[in-house]
């Protein structure tokens, strides 16, 4: 158990719809990741907050937002969901912001568009 | 640009070392990392190296540093089958993680 949680675990939703997957990082952790696994485009960065603050962006779209809050949890909305959009979303969060520090990752969230 | 490789598959027999290997591109890489997924799961850190630093040896795990050559190689000693998953290479490059495609590793008896 890596002490980040995630829910939900699955997400089943139609296209064009919206969702919000939530991340509780570590105690003491102030930076939170997301990434998307899919089987076509591996494991992704999308964006990374630290401290409520947003730090990195990597190949995130721009239907997906992110936002972390003053209690450190996290929260990615995935709007107008397209069918390429199914994957496992993982939330990650390391101590400090830098890629130096040991990212914790959470079990994920299998989210599946019909 | 940012790209990690790694072959797809690897199939071992119990109690032989096991070596994954990885190649990436971006010289400025700081930290290395290895990491495991085993089936629906997430991602667990099972090592990691310094940009500097040539080997890291942890328990059964050695990690092998190729810096010119940008080469990762991380070896099980003594695999067994719990050893079974999915092991992504990443390199950090400022405020990312890039990670490989990863490599599935089989153990038989």
């Known amino acids: 158990d890596s002490g980040v949680t995630q829910t939900p675990k699955h997400l089943i939703t139609a296209t064009g719809q919206r969702v919000t997957l939530r991340c509780s990082p570590r105690?003491?952790?102030?930076?939170v990741y997301w990434y998307q696994q899919s089987l076509d485009q591996g494991l992704q960065f999308l964006i990374q907050y630290y401290n409520g603050e947003e730090r990195a962006k990597g190949n995130i779209l721009e239907r997906f937002s992110a936002q972390q809050f003053p209690d450190l949890h996290s929260e990615l909305n995935l709007s107008s969901l397209e069918l390429g959009d199914s994957a496992l979303y993982f939330c990650a969060s390391s101590v400090e912001g830098g890629t130096s520090y040991e990212q914790y990752f959470g079990p994920g969230t299998r989210l599946t568009v019909t | 640009g940012e790209d990690v490789e790694q072959s797809l598959f690897l199939s071992v027999r119990e109690g032989d070392s096991s070596v994954i290997n990885c190649t990436y591109t971006?010289?400025?890489?700081?930290?290395l990392y290895w990491y495991k997924q085993e089936p629906g799961a997430g991602l667990q850190l099972l090592t990691y190296?310094?940009?500097?630093?040539d080997m890291k040896q942890d328990q059964r795990l050695t990690v092998l540093l190729n810096k010119k050559d940008k080469h990762l190689s991380l070896r099980i000693a003594d695999t067994q089958t719990g050893d079974s998953a999915i092991y992504f290479c990443?390199?950090?490059?400022?405020?990312?993680?890039?990670f490989g495609t990863g490599t599935r590793l089989q153990v038989f008896p």
């Open positions: 971006d010289s400025s890489s700081t930290y």
């Open positions: 190296i310094f940009s500097n630093m």
């Open positions: 990443a390199e950090s490059i400022p405020d990312k993680l890039i």
């Open positions: 105690s003491g952790d102030l930076s």
